[in-house]
């Protein structure tokens, strides 16, 4: 069947259209247009038309995946998993995935530190990075060597109550609340308990905002 009319979309920067005789239309990108030498009034086979299809849903969730994650950060989990909710086949997901690997765009040993610097900054403990690493699809083989540059327990807890309780005493109660919201946090009890023990009896009472 033969060509009949090739325009870009006005929906979509990196798709093309190449209308067929009969009505047929094909999406790809300009990578097929250039790879197969389309041009009006070329006459393809029905092999060609496959493979024009097949290549060009291939190359549009490259161009996807490309703008995902230039957009944010992501695990190649959680690129995957957005590219196939949008539409795409799994095998051009995992093809896509592969490339950005490639040129070095995707890495979930570097976004893996980034993580526990950014949740480590953030006054947040161990057990809470690793529920991240987790809910982010981060490979758990990849979960120790980011956890070894995180910051420093006792000094990340110090940071927290300082800021919290802004140099003034707690009583108990405080003392209480300060130890349970810390938990929360992710600490472990062996470093609460040790920096609340830190912290002067000669209190006085004071409600810190969580």
């Known amino acids: 069947m033969k060509i009949e009319k090739i325009e870009r979309s006005k929906h979509k920067q ?14 790809i990108t300009e990578s097929e247009l250039l790879r197969f030498g389309l041009c009006i009034g070329l006459d393809i086979d029905d092999r060609t038309v496959v493979e024009l299809q097949q290549s060009g ?25 957005k590219l196939k909710e949008k539409g795409a086949a799994e095998a051009d997901a995992e093809s896509a995935c592969d490339w950005l690997e490639e040129i070095g765009a995707l890495n979930d040993a570097e976004y893996a530190a980034m993580l526990v610097r950014h949740y480590g900054g953030m006054g947040y403990g161990e ?22 540059k995180s910051p420093d327990a006792q000094e990340a807890i110090a940071r927290v109550i300082a800021q919290k309780t802004k140099g003034r005493v707690l009583d108990e109660k405080g003392r209480k609340r300060l130890s349970d919201m810390l938990l929360r946090r992710g600490f472990a ?7 609340i023990a830190q912290i002067s009896e000669n209190a006085t009472e004071f409600d810190y905002e969580e």
């Open 14 to 27: 990196e798709r093309v259209l190449v209308y067929l005789e009969g009505g047929d239309l094909l999406r």
């Open 57 to 81: 849903a291939r190359s549009e969730t490259r161009v996807r995946a490309a703008n995902m994650i230039s957009s944010r950060p992501l695990s190649r989990k959680e690129l995957s998993k």
């Open 127 to 148: 057990a809470k990075i690793r529920d991240e690493l987790y809910r982010r699809g981060v490979p758990r083989e990849l979960w120790e060597d980011a956890l070894s």
């Open 189 to 195: 009890w062996r470093d609460v308990r040790a920096a």
